[in-house]
Nanobody, 116 residues
Framework: VQLVESGGGSVQAGGSLKLSCAAS????????MGWFRQAPGKERERVAT????????YYADSVKGRFTISRDNAKNTVHLQMNSLKSEDTALYYC???????????WGQGTQVTVS
């Protein structure tokens, strides 16, 4: 499974960014797709995910109302629209997917988001 992220960058507080992740190379379609992040000195945390069967969506409390996860089925792409960004959103953001009923995640290489 290959996950290629794009859209990271630097923005001022209150601004917006949109992350995208294109998935390819899988045998089984993703059961779950989403985004995690890791700030320096902190553990990786789940930001937003959704289950493709049933459409259940999860958002971390810290991003509810500001971030929106979406999927483009035709392009096997998942997006994360981030609005009203705060300095505490600064982190390396990872795209992740799960396939075939497995509990293991596949990871992208990460894209940096810096909010000043």
């Amino acid at each position: 499974v290959q996950l290629v992220e794009s859209g990271g960058g630097s923005v001022q507080a209150g601004g917006s960014l949109k992350l995208s992740c294109a998935a390819s190379g899988y045998t089984y379609s993703p059961d779950c797709m989403g985004w995690f992040r890791q700030a320096p000195g902190k553990e990786r945390e789940r930001v937003a995910t959704f289950y493709t069967l049933g459409g259940v969506t999860y958002y971390a409390d810290s991003v509810k109302g500001r971030f929106t996860i979406s999927r483009d089925n035709a392009k096997n792409t998942v997006h994360l629209q981030m609005n009203s960004l705060k300095s505490e959103d600064t982190a390396l953001y990872y795209c992740a997917t799960r396939h075939g009923g497995s509990s293991s995640w596949y990871w992208g290489q990460g894209t940096q988001v810096t909010v000043s």
